[in-house]
């Protein structure tokens, strides 16, 4: 049962809960008119400290169409943190008024924070460079439906490792299910951190190989997750205008991959993936963007308990 649950970090729920979630985000795909109303009367709070644009807007998307309301902002500035109001008081505040709540930080562990603040469910939408769950659900379903499994697969991460919180809760979520592969590529600043590759990794027995030279294991990967350089987390500008184009796939590169390969990627794209491989039947980034939305819509009716 999800119902009255937090969902801060990728492992919150078991594969059994996530299977769960998955089959119902499957059949809200489907039949989404018998939807229409089931969180009537309800309310989720989008609380974004950082900028959004899927993100937040399919958590609103997904509460619209399970027929009930959203409040919330799009920006610190337009709330009280603004005036120097703890996260504490916010989320005691917004829990008064909603039935679950979606935050956005910039402070690793500040959804957790919140959590213990709250009197409804609280949803990590992304907390600084650390986590990012519902993007994982995101991902999951989509690998679950392109694929037809999230087992046995060999999985390429490619771009910024080291901010991109898209990668560290898709890899500690795809670690979980039998004979994954890992092929982590990045520059050597960008690297996966420690709690990924140390703590989960290693600790797990799970393979994964570091590596900088994408054509080299393009040939191998099953699926191919990449990202933005976070150009937000960097300390300076010079390090980013360095590492910003580290990796660009392209037509050219896509022909050294498999056939069946699928690629993704959590959007916003900068230029990491030239538009003309847009065209190409493997690239699936914009599909996946509508996963999100039923993945969403399934964990916000599973937190509520509405059916
Ligand atoms: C990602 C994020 O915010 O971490 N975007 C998203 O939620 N789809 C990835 C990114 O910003 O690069």
Not at 85 to 111: C, F, H, Q, W
Not at 252 to 276: F, G, Q, S, T
Request: proline share 5%; with cysteine; net charge negative.
């Amino acid at each position: 049962m999800l119902k009255g649950r937090h969902f801060i970090g990728p492992r919150d729920f078991t594969l059994e809960e996530l299977d769960g979630l998955f089959s119902l985000a499957g059949s809200m795909e489907r039949e989404p008119e018998r939807w229409l109303d089931a969180a009537r009367g309800r309310i989720l709070a989008t609380l974004f400290f950082e900028p959004s644009t899927r993100t937040r807007l399919s958590f609103e998307a997904a509460m619209l169409r399970l027929g009930g309301g959203v409040i919330g902002f799009a920006e610190p500035g337009s709330s009280s943190a603004s005036k120097g109001e703890s996260l504490a008081d916010t989320i005691r505040t917004v829990s008064a008024y909603a039935d679950v709540i979606a935050m956005r930080n910039p402070k690793e562990g500040a959804a957790l924070l919140a959590s213990r603040f709250s009197t409804v469910p609280v949803i990590n939408a992304g907390d600084g460079g650390h986590h990012h769950p519902t993007q994982t659900l995101t991902d999951l379903l989509a690998i679950r439906s392109l694929k037809g499994r999230t087992e046995g697969l060999t999985v390429g991460f490619c771009g910024d490792l080291r901010f991109g919180r898209t990668v560290h809760s898709l890899a500690q979520g795809l670690a979980r299910y039998p004979d994954n592969h890992f092929i982590l590529v990045s520059p050597d600043e960008l690297k996966v951190p420690d709690f990924i590759t140390k703590e989960v990794f290693e600790k797990e027995g799970i393979e994964y190989l570091e590596t900088s030279d994408l054509e080299g294991v393009l040939p191998r990967l099953d699926i191919l997750y990449m990202t933005r350089v976070q150009k937000e987390r960097f300390f300076n500008e010079e390090d980013y205008l360095r590492l910003k184009d580290s990796f660009i796939l392209d037509a050219a590169r896509m022909r050294l991959a498999k056939a069946d390969l699928a690629v993704l990627h959590p959007l916003p794209r900068v230029n990491e993936i030239a538009v003309e491989v847009d065209a190409d039947p493997r690239a699936a980034y914009f599909a996946q963007v509508r996963y999100g939305m039923f993945a969403r819509m399934a964990l916000i009716a599973s937190l509520l308990g509405v059916s």
